[in-house]
Every structure is written in structure tokens, then in C-alpha cells.
């Protein structure tokens, strides 16, 4: 039987803290032999069945779900339906993040059904065909990670049951003064929690409970009231993207269209200044 679909291949490595590697395949006819990884894999699907061994157990993956295939341990994978394709998309975390004491609940537990997880890794490789925000890659990585591992570290007797460490204000307060001096300028979120003594996750966490929503969305916010400001000044569009903190116009488009309602140049062009939400 011909394949579907045409087998393809993508292959990447992000300039992203914690990703090794990023791969993106549609298969019909390739089945992987028997084989381990030396990272955490963090699989989806888009499309497609697949069956896979883990540790000597055969299970079954499919879409919505999220797939943790634990490093060092032996597994192989092919399409579940004889002739059928499936498309995938897989982040090799490093092994590091999640360290070895929940690689035997990963092989316990390799399927997560988590609809919001699902969504985290599925916006994460969204983010690597286009732009992202300062922060929110690391944010992602960062909320993934900790769902992985709170799901993992939840199951199974001798589970630590202690709830996560509340968020702190204080924590918040400080991640939004440093974005407040430099609104407009490039982060890195292992960089700022270095410099201010909490861990990423902490940060995260503290900053969107207090103000209600994720740092990179508070900068996005701010860069796009003083793209306004220039933009009313009359600077050109292309000018103003780079300047207040986006890769380029395309960038500031389609970040400017949903906050405002509107592009850049048609608003530059009405010359009045829109109201505010």
C-alpha cells in the first residue's frame, strides 16, 4: 500500500534553555527499532495512531494525549494502522530537568491526558515557526516541565503529597521592577531568576497570580502601548517593531491586530488614538 502522505523529517535545535532538540516527522512505513534516548522525550500527535514497547510493555498514543518517554529506557514505535500515517511533534528535554528519580513512574505513566500540558507543548512548537516573546519559550518550557513532573510525582506510593510552595509577591513585585526598567529590551528568564534568587518556575508562577497574567504577556502589553505612543508619532511601522522589542513588523503585527483591533499602519494612518481596554 502507496503512504498517504509523503514521509518527512525536521530536525532542530532551538537556542531554548533545556531543549537538546526539537523534531517534527510524518511516517507511514518507517518503524523505529528498539532504542533509547539520552534526554526526556515529550511527545504529541497531530495526527495518526502510533504503538510503541516501553520497557517491554506495549502501549498506544494518540492525539490530546502527551507521550514521556523517560531517558535510558529501551522503546520502539511505528503507525498503529497498517498504511497510515501519523505526524508528530517531540521535544528532547535534558535529562537534567527532570532528573532520574521519575523515570520509573514515566515508564508507569508514559501517557498524560492533560489538556492544558497538551496545549503548553503544542503552543511551545508553534512558537518555533515564528517570533517568539522574550520569556515565553522559557515560561513554556517551564510549565511543562513542572506539569511533567508534579503528574509523575503525584502517582504512585511514597509520592511526595506536599503542596507546591505558595506564590510570592515579593517574588512578583521584583520580576515586574526589573521588566519595568527594561520594557523594551531582550530577557531571558534563567537570566533573571539567577539575578533576583528565586527559581523560574517560582517566578512564573508568583508574577501570574499577582497580576493576573504570564511575564512575557506584561511586556508584549507594554511594548505594544509604546508602539502606540511611536506610532502616533509618526515613526514608521517597521522602525517602531524593531525599536520597542519585537523581531519585525510581522512580529508586531500580529501581536498590535489583537491587542488593538486594527494594524499598525491602518492605525497610523487613522491618526487618533484608539481607546484602551
Avoid at 36 to 46: E, K, Q, R, S
Avoid at 267 to 275: D, E, V, Y
Wanted: proline share 7%; net charge positive.
Amino acid at each position: 500500500m502507496a503512504p498517504s502522505q509523503p514521509e518527512q523529517c525536521v530536525s532542530f535545535a532551538p537556542d531554548v534553555a533545556g531543549i537538546d532538540e526539537v523534531l517534527h516527522a510524518t511516517f507511514t512505513e518507517h518503524r523505529y527499532p528498539v532504542h533509547c534516548h539520552d534526554t526526556w522525550t515529550v511527545l504529541i500527535l497531530d495526527d495518526g495512531v502510533v504503538t510503541y514497547e516501553l520497557d517491554g510493555r506495549r502501549r498506544v498514543t494518540e492525539r490530546r494525549a502527551v507521550t514521556v518517554l523517560p531517558p535510558h529506557v529501551a522503546h520502539d514505535g511505528r503507525s498503529a494502522r497498517h498504511g497510515r500515517a501519523f505526524r508528530k511533534r517531540v521535544l528532547y528535554l535534558d535529562a537534567a530537568l527532570m532528573g532520574d528519580g521519575l523515570i520509573g513512574r514515566a515508564v508507569d505513566r508514559s501517557t498524560i491526558a492533560d489538556p492544558v500540558l497538551h496545549r503548553a507543548v503544542e503552543t511551545l512548537h508553534d512558537t518555533f515557526a515564528r517570533p517568539a516573546d522574550d520569556l515565553e519559550q522559557d515560561a513554556l518550557v517551564d510549565h511543562i516541565v513542572s506539569s511533567i513532573t508534579g503528574v509523575l510525582g503525584a502517582s504512585g506510593p511514597g509520592a511526595d503529597r506536599r503542596p507546591p510552595p505558595r506564590p510570592s509577591s515579593v517574588a512578583a513585585e521584583a520580576l515586574k521592577a526589573g521588566l519595568d526598567r527594561r520594557p523594551l529590551g531582550p530577557h531571558r528568564l534563567a537570566d533573571v531568576a539567577a539575578r533576583l534568587g528565586w527559581s523560574e518556575s517560582h517566578l512564573v508562577r508568583s508574577f501570574s497570580h499577582t497580576f493576573g497574567l504570564a511575564p512575557h504577556r506584561y511586556l508584549v502589553s507594554r511594548r505594544i502601548d509604546e508602539a502606540r505612543r511611536r506610532l502616533l508619532e509618526g515613526v514608521p511601522p517597521s522602525t517602531v517593531a524593531v525599536d520597542v522589542g519585537f523581531w519585525d513588523q510581522a512580529h508586531l503585527t500580529r501581536h498590535f491586530r489583537a491587542h488593538v483591533g486594527t494594524t499598525p499602519a491602518r492605525f497610523q494612518r487613522a491618526g487618533t488614538r484608539s481607546p484602551r481596554n
